[in-house]
């Protein structure tokens, strides 16, 4: 029996269709689920330091146990029962999740985790240098076949958290990128294909709230 480690591929899905009208609100109100964000709100009409406040949902059964991440002084509860990614493996998952990622960038990867059911992939990335989730939400509208973008800004916690959500033909990347004033920057990143989107946000909440400074 073989296991397919996520590859990237456009396959047209009929759920991906609905998903994109949903999936904007899923990025307020599903990861932001105690939010005072307008959604009509551009990023850059907010300060940092008027920010709205968001919470996530967690929930403990579907995490397991906390990883700390020393370069980035974070610890962050990976999903139960995901496979821990390789070296080798992770070249060739970070290969095919390239044009995802944004090539124009560099991130150093501290790990890797993979949902074999779901084929989900979750990274814990640390950016190389200044990264502006602007910069990678015009760089997919240019490279990519978007069919929604939303970039959104909040307080979480100690953290400064920038919410990156793109819906493609098949696939759905959710981007979290974390700033806090004592520890470099960290991203986690989940790419899902469409069909099993509806069933992972339960996960990508628990995940990011489950992101604690060290």
């Known amino acids: ?102 090539p124009e960038y560099s991130y150093e990867t501290e790990q890797i985790y993979f949902d074999g059911d779901s084929n989900t992939v979750l990274l814990v990335t640390a950016p190389k240098g200044d990264h502006s989730m602007e910069a990678h939400a015009g760089y997919y509208e240019e490279a990519l076949d978007v069919q929604e973008l939303r970039l959104d800004r909040f307080m979480f916690g100690e953290y400064e958290l920038d919410q990156l959500v793109l819906v493609e033909p098949g696939m759905v990347v959710l981007r979290y990128l974390l700033r806090h004033a004592e520890h470099n920057e960290v991203e986690i990143i989940f790419a899902v294909p469409a069909a099993e989107f509806a069933d992972m946000i339960p996960v990508v909440e628990s995940v990011v709230g489950s992101a604690l400074p060290l």
């Open 1 to 102: 029996m073989t296991t397919t480690i996520f590859s990237y591929t456009r396959p047209t899905s009929i759920l991906a269709l609905a998903l994109a009208t949903v999936v904007l609100g899923f990025a307020i109100s599903g990861c932001g689920a105690s939010s005072e964000a307008s959604p009509t709100e551009s990023p850059d009409s907010v300060p940092n330091g008027q920010r709205p406040v968001v919470t996530f949902s967690v929930d403990d059964e579907l995490l397991g146990a906390a990883v700390e991440f020393d370069d980035s002084g974070v610890r962050i509860r990976p999903p139960f029962g995901w496979f821990v990614i390789t070296d080798v493996q992770s070249e060739q998952i970070q290969q095919g999740l390239a044009p995802l990622l944004n």
